[in-house]
């Protein structure tokens, strides 16, 4: 449903880069909890449960896990061991994300949000009119255009892997997401070539460290790049979050 007063399960999805994405997230559980209908589970996942659980147990009661604990939503609800497998980060089922499942919901708890949402609902008609009439020349809208292809139905996002093998100081991601993860190359390849086919234009790899993509099952970026580079068809490639620290070591 995208109703969440007629949910069984209500899963909300976190963040907790900053503090202020803290007070957001807080403020999301929140308005959850007094939308859920009567009898409703209300479960919490994203980065807030692994950066600050401390945090989010002062303010929630119920069910958390994390993003490098999501097998941890299989015990909760009770799956058995097939139903659990796409909660597997080396399944494909689940890690894709683009233009065939974008999804603008009617329904927000935050006033940010909500204004985020009608900024997003406006460059996809940006993007309907520039398939139309060439927009990209026009600086502001150029600028939008570019960095707004989530919301380009002739675009798609890839998530290669998860997690990140930095260390910085400044950076809780790892804490969340745990050491990097990846997605194996053949299903990053078939799936790239099954929307290149349906005809999207533009592709974009996406991770917490796309530059890492690869050390953890003896492979690297550049490997994934040759095999997508073999991949017929007109499309353009967009390498998001890659640290130049990678490009010494390539």
Sequence with gaps: TDDIREADIVLVDTCASTDFKED????????SEARAKEGARVIVCGCLAGINPARLQQHFKGEFFSPKDEKQLASILGLDEEDAKFLNPLEARGRFMGGDDFVVSGHDFVGGRQMARLMVRACVSLHRVNERVSLER????GKLLLSSQAGNPLAYAINISQGCLGNCSFCVIPMAKGRTVSLPMSLIVEKIRSMVDTGVK????????????GKDINATVVDLLRKIHKIPGDFSLYINYFDPRWLRAY
């Design 202 to 213: 533009r592709i974009l790899l996406s991770s917490e460290d796309t530059g890492a993509y």
């Design 138 to 141: 026009i600086p502001i809208l």
């Design 24 to 31: 957001e997230s807080l403020e999301l559980i929140k308005g």
